[in-house]
């Protein structure tokens, strides 16, 4: 089915296809690299530093994940070794201002999140 065949778009909709793309942005690998290479390029070694906890096979994948989506080129050089680089292409960039905003938002308010969580804790 072609994207203009397809029912008005909502995420609160069962078969709506943006539901994969919210699912693949709330993903908290791909907040993190996303706004890792909002600096602009990366190498996977140094994107993978920058990503503390990250294996790298879940980088691999974020980063598959993210190029099939549209948000992240990959450029191969030919040299011994091989060098490879990722960055974010227009449509990626546009996410970096949203899930930067959810960063400051989670760092601000880990004091009253943790807070919560003892108290609902110690009441259950």
């Known amino acids: 089915m072609a994207v203009s065949e397809h029912p008005p778009l909502s995420v609160l909709t069962a078969t709506c296809p943006s539901r994969t793309s919210l699912a693949r942005i709330a993903n908290k690998w791909t907040a993190m690299v996303v706004i890792a290479l909002s600096g602009g390029r990366l190498r996977f070694g140094d994107l993978r530093a920058a990503v503390e906890g990250i294996s790298g096979k879940v980088l691999t994948e ?11 080129e ?23 201002a949203p899930l930067q905003a959810l960063a400051h938002w989670a760092e601000e308010h880990i004091e ?11 009441r259950h």
């Open 62 to 72: 974020t980063l598959r994940d993210l190029e099939r989506d549209g948000l992240v």
């Open 74 to 96: 990959r450029h191969a050089y030919a040299e011994v070794p091989p060098r490879v680089e990722y960055e974010l292409t227009a449509l990626g960039r546009t996410l970096h």
């Open 112 to 122: 009253q999140v943790l807070v919560a969580r003892e108290v609902y804790d110690t």
